[in-house]
């Protein structure tokens, strides 16, 4: 007796290469002997991208005097823009600062003049203040092509706004317009109005920021004057302890 004589022996070997093939087995014999007892080379390391720096942020200057030069040189972020800067105004020591968005198109010589400047006058006469007493600066020296900050160095100008602040240290800031609002306090009016901001120095000095209308609103909105002449009176309250 011996093994199974019907046994299909050519359908057994076609099957198990099938198997052998579906393994991945493509080859029995190959022209190199393989050495199965060698350890395998280490794998490549893969190569390491050198680290990026990032670029460190512009040092601003760190006195009044040399900021205001720097402001209305080449180095400030809207040098490139059309137009004459503006210079801030006022004594290096006020109490009171007030922010605007940028220069209007009647402005020469100063920030604030033509009819948006008379109104403005008038709101600080109302409080019994004037030009030579307040701090007056603008978050752009150049007046931008459309009349609004230009959201992309929105953020790069409310820095510079805030290290302005910082320079001046008044006890009190009256941020007047959205873009004055947005580049000292992260906000527009409508949600910064009707309390006060403390904005934080290096040094340990605290400016209390008053948000209010732009005197540009009020002449398109003039029943808006009863909020702005609320948040004027919360300007000149006593400073609080």
Do not use: C, Y
């Given at each position: 007796?011996?093994?199974?004589?019907?046994?299909?022996?050519?359908?057994?070997?076609?099957?198990?290469?099938?198997?052998?093939?579906?393994?991945?087995?493509?080859?029995?014999?190959?022209?190199?002997?393989?050495?199965?007892?060698e350890a395998p080379p280490p794998a490549p390391t893969p190569a390491i991208a050198p680290a990026t720096v990032a670029p460190a942020p512009d040092v601003l200057?760190?006195?009044?005097e040399a900021f205001a030069a720097w402001r209305l040189g080449e180095g400030a972020p809207d040098a490139d823009w059309g137009?004459?800067?503006?210079?801030?105004?006022?004594?290096?020591?006020?109490?009171v600062m007030i922010l605007v968005d940028c220069p209007e198109r009647d402005d020469?010589?100063?920030?604030?003049?033509?009819?948006?400047?008379?109104?403005?006058d008038r709101m600080l006469a109302a409080?019994?203040?004037?030009?030579?007493q307040v701090a007056l600066a603008a978050v752009c020296a150049r007046r931008p092509t459309?009349?609004?900050?230009?959201?992309?160095?929105?953020?790069?100008?409310?820095?510079?706004?805030?290290?302005?602040?910082?320079?001046?240290?008044?006890?009190?800031?009256?941020?007047?317009?959205?873009?004055?609002?947005r580049a000292i306090l992260s906000m527009n009016v409508a949600?910064?109005?009707?309390?006060y901001?403390?904005?934080?120095?290096?040094?340990?000095?605290?400016?209390e920021v008053v948000a209010t209308h732009h005197p540009r609103f009020l002449l398109d909105r003039p029943a808006a004057k009863t909020e702005a002449w609320r948040d004027l009176l919360m300007l000149t309250q006593e400073q609080r302890s």
């Open positions: 007796m011996g093994a199974d004589q019907n046994l299909d022996w050519a359908a057994a070997a076609a099957s198990a290469l099938d198997w052998w093939r579906d393994a991945g087995v493509d080859v029995l014999v190959a022209d190199e002997p393989l050495r199965w007892l200057p760190d006195t009044l137009g004459v800067p503006i210079a801030a105004s006022g004594p290096a020591g006020a109490t020469r010589d100063v920030l604030m003049e033509g009819p948006v400047g008379r109104l403005f409080i019994g203040l004037d030009r030579a459309t009349g609004r900050v230009p959201r992309d160095i929105e953020a790069r100008l409310g820095t510079i706004a805030r290290h302005h602040v910082e320079l001046v240290a008044p006890k009190r800031l009256l941020a007047m317009g959205d873009a004055a609002s949600d910064a109005r009707g309390r901001h403390p904005l934080n120095h290096r040094n340990g000095t605290v400016t």
